[in-house]
């Protein structure tokens, strides 16, 4: 007996309209009207990019320099993670943890600080986000005038500290020092923090 050979239709899921960027790309203010956007999405030279799930060190590193920092800082200026910053019409960037002015702050429906609101941008860097976090997002900090840049990384398990400071001749981050157990700073304010405390999290 033959088999009756059935008919199955094939459907396609629909996609997100912003899955297809407009010819132009995407311009900053887009992230605040895209709907059902990606959490922590970002915005560098006008393409979306997104986060994939981090991993314990990430977050523990992230606890650990929001802790400091918050106990740190001078009235005038404020800690806050994972917030957008507007370096310019197509950067949007996502920096892990920012110390702005406390100036700056418009509201609890704020999105975005501006370039020249933010003091420290900071980034702990992730498997995904190696050549965005060591290249490009340097880049455009330091291109939109932010003076002090740290990028993060795990080193056998602990937080290594890289420190930059604007040099402004070139508008490029200048290294100042290589932080391992003890990250010790007297710019932008007074800073003492023990990395190993990653381990009380």
Excluded: C
């Amino acid at each position: 007996m033959k088999a009756e050979a059935r008919s199955v239709e094939m459907t396609t899921p629909s996609l997100p309209g912003w899955l297809f960027p407009p010819e132009q790309g995407f311009f900053a203010q887009d992230l605040d009207h895209i709907p059902d956007l990606p959490p922590h999405t970002e915005l560098i030279d006008g393409s979306l990019v997104f986060v994939s799930p981090q991993a314990s060190f990430h977050t523990l590193t992230l606890f650990l320099l929001e802790r400091e920092l918050r106990a740190s800082v001078p009235a005038a200026l404020k800690v806050r993670r994972e917030m957008s910053v507007v370096l310019g019409p197509r950067q949007r960037p996502e920096p892990d943890l920012v110390v702005f002015h406390a100036r700056a702050v418009t509201g609890k429906t704020q999105t975005a600080f501006q370039a020249e609101d933010v003091v420290l941008a900071v980034e702990v860097v992730s498997p995904d986000s190696e050549v965005r976090d060591r290249e490009r997002k340097p880049q455009i900090y330091a291109r939109a005038g932010i003076q002090h840049f740290w990028r993060v990384e795990n080193v056998s398990g602990y937080p290594t500290v890289y420190v930059y400071e604007l040099d402004p001749a070139t508008q490029a981050y200048v290294p100042t020092g290589i932080y391992h157990a003890k990250l010790q700073l007297l710019v932008p304010f007074s800073i003492d923090i023990d990395l190993t405390e990653i381990d009380a999290f």
